[in-house]
């Protein structure tokens, strides 16, 4: 059974940074794909960034792009989503998921999914 535990979020002030950490385990990873999402209040959960674990090759959506960055340690079976130049408009519970296959945006193709991490954007 994959589980997925994120970490690193907080309170960070419009223009900074921020880290999250999303550890994996249960099974061997060669075959997936990680995304995260975000959820505001009131709002669809919606897609963030997704990353195949074995290629690197990534995907953003249009609203972070240039400004988060996901990557992915396999030693440590660790997912992260770098998040440079952040807005109140980020605010939101950030989610990691994981899928087999390719690369998707939609979060029904997801099967399994973390707690979340609350990331609250100051202005």
């Known amino acids: 059974q994959v589980q997925l535990q994120e970490s690193g979020g907080g309170l960070v002030q419009a223009g900074g940074s921020r880290r999250l950490s999303c550890a994996a385990s249960?099974?061997?990873?060669?075959?997936?794909?990680m995304g995260w999402f975000r959820q505001a209040p009131g709002k669809e959960r919606e897609f963030v960034a997704a990353?195949?674990?074995?290629?690197?090759?990534?995907m953003y959506s249009d609203s972070v792009k240039g400004r988060f960055t996901i990557s992915r340690d396999n030693a440590k079976n660790t997912v992260y989503l770098q998040m440079n130049s952040l807005k109140p408009e980020d605010t939101a519970v950030y989610y990691c998921?994981?899928?087999?296959?390719?690369?998707?945006?939609?979060?029904?193709?997801?099967?399994?999914w973390g707690q979340g991490t609350q990331v609250t954007v100051s202005s």
């Open positions: 998921a994981a899928r087999r296959g390719t690369l998707l945006r939609s979060k029904d193709g997801y099967d399994d």
């Open positions: 249960g099974r061997t990873f060669d075959s997936y794909v």
């Open positions: 990353i195949r674990w074995t290629s690197g090759i990534t």
